[in-house]
């Protein structure tokens, strides 16, 4: 199927869509807090100002960015440690396990009261579910080397050292970016469900209050937005993970898996 | 010993301790290899021959005897030795010419000294023009060709390779194994070659040791004077045919 046509279709498949939606809409006239229609979306981004827009998706998307890269920074170091010392492994790895079996989630609220209502916390959540998925495949990556790669720096005289720059570090790019992909859906979430238990600003708090009011196509625009963040933040990851690893196999399923 | 002998091993034990109890993997292994030979080692699973590699190269020390390579006793990971495993072991990351280079780049070496050389080998392995390709771009065969290059860059006077071309369909293994000899004519290194297959032992061998499993034990040693350069032709000889069938004959009786 020619590049044009994979463009052409998905995009005219969502316009049906939309045009039926509408359709729908303008024949059933369902209430407006039940249904709204794409039109009655697109004039709440007309009538509400943009200076409100800007302060409650820059405090969500500041919060989310944060976390997320805060989490990336960490759970590289992480992975770094487990692997280069025997010690950092045996400390860390059963406390690693435990908490990823907790849903990070849960601890909102506890969050919410140790540290405040502020954009803080919504950090915090963000950073502690995108911090796993980092260090796990890191870890992974760093780890998954054939033995007769290791026989053979051995056979070099390679120090631990190097073979980490050189060999790990490489190794372990797939596998960090996979990671990174799945990190970067679960902060969004997080910031989200962090902003829902317990913040007066974000995107998540405009849905708490337009759903309050019965204000549905605010809160479906509210979602809109963040779908639009979320997307471009997943897509931004894999543009950057095609242009840093040349060697390997772009083909479209890598993407659909790393979804899963 | 006589000083053409460049691959002196002695009583040669090595004993694993596994969870459930140790496990004798070679037993009381002992042979000679001579400058310039292309000796193979020939057995089943099981007996010990990927031990007996590991050892070979230092990267395993036995739990007795010894293993003396020109002169010198081997006790830690030999840096000058060719090494080529069952997998190609590339690095999917590089491209050909990187993967050629890497005992260079990872000894520290002057890449620039090296070049010429790497480029060399990648076209007397038949892949000139590949140089820049990577491992995913490369078939099994050529990548294994790549392997091959990179464990003669530093121009080793010794081979070890542990079943080279196991993992290749049967064509590319036949293709391979005259190729193979062909670059062994140029310089004539001393290889240590390990198979499974009676077939390539015989075209590749001057001599063919015959390992039995469980323990991993010599059954036998025999020399292999077909005439060199073979080809196809060798492989369709009555002599081969008979050494083929002797070892078949060894082999059997052992299992």
């Not at chain 2, 240590?192 to 034990?217: C, L, Q, W, Y």
Request: charge should be neutral; charged fraction near 15%.
């Amino acid at each position: 199927m020619s590049k044009l046509k994979r463009v052409l279709i998905p995009l005219m498949t969502f316009i049906v869509l939309i045009a039926v939606w509408q359709i729908l809409v303008n024949v059933l006239k369902p209430p407006k807090f039940l249904l709204p229609g794409p039109y009655d979306i697109v004039k709440v981004f007309k009538t509400m100002s943009l200076e409100i827009w800007q302060k409650h998706i820059g405090f969500t998307i500041q919060a989310t960015l944060l976390g997320f890269l805060t989490a990336i920074a960490f759970g590289v170091i992480a992975a770094v440690g487990i692997v280069s010392s025997e010690f950092i492994n045996a400390a860390i790895t059963p406390i690693l396990v435990v908490l990823q079996v907790i849903p990070k989630i849960a601890f909102a609220p506890l969050l919410l009261i140790w540290f405040g209502a502020g954009q803080f916390s919504i950090i915090l959540i963000t950073f502690l579910v995108a911090f796993f998925p980092v260090v796990v495949n890191m870890t992974l990556g760093l780890n998954e080397i054939e033995p007769e790669l290791i026989d053979l720096t051995r056979c070099y005289h390679m120090s631990k050292m190097r073979v980490l720059v050189k060999i790990r570090f490489p190794n372990a790019m797939p596998y960090f970016f996979s990671g990174v992909k799945v990190a970067s859906t679960l902060a969004v979430i997080g910031a989200i469900i962090g902003e829902f238990v317990g913040s007066n600003q974000g995107l998540g708090y405009l849905i708490i209050i337009a759903n309050n009011n019965l204000n549905t196509p605010l809160a479906m625009a509210s979602i809109l937005v963040i779908s639009i963040f979320g997307l471009l933040l997943y897509e931004i990851t894999v543009i950057l993970e095609r242009i840093s690893m040349p060697w390997k196999d772009s083909s479209a399923d890598s993407n659909l898996k790393s979804l899963s | 010993m006589r000083n053409d002998v460049y691959i002196h091993v002695n009583q040669l034990t090595h004993c694993y301790q596994t969870r459930t109890g140790p496990v004798l993997a070679l037993e009381d292994v002992a042979f000679d290899v001579e400058k310039g030979e292309f000796f193979v080692i020939l057995g089943p699973s099981g007996c010990g021959k990927s031990t007996l590699m590991r050892i070979l190269s230092g990267l395993l020390q036995p739990t007795q005897g010894t293993v003396i390579v020109n002169g010198k006793p081997v006790v830690h990971p030999l840096e000058r030795v060719g090494i080529v495993f069952q997998q190609p072991v590339l690095l999917k990351w590089c491209t050909a010419l990187d993967n050629v280079l890497l005992p260079i780049t990872a000894l520290g070496l002057p890449v620039k000294d090296y070049m010429g050389k790497a480029l060399e080998l990648i076209e007397l392995v038949g892949l000139a023009g590949f140089e820049k390709k990577y491992p995913r771009e490369l078939s099994g065969g050529m990548q294994q060709r790549v392997s091959i290059a990179r464990a003669l860059v530093l121009d080793p006077d010794f081979l070890l390779m542990d079943e080279p071309f196991g993992a290749l369909d049967a064509i590319t293994r036949d293709v391979m194994n005259e190729e193979l000899l062909k670059i062994w004519h140029d310089k004539k290194q001393t290889i240590i070659f390990i198979t499974h297959s009676i077939n390539e032992a015989v075209f590749m061998a001057d001599k063919i040791m015959v390992m039995s499993p469980r323990p991993g034990r010599v059954s036998l040693t025999t020399p292999i004077k077909l005439a060199r350069p073979r080809t196809v032709e060798t492989r369709a000889c009555a002599e081969f045919g008979e050494h083929v069938v002797n070892l078949y004959n060894v082999l059997e009786m052992k299992a």
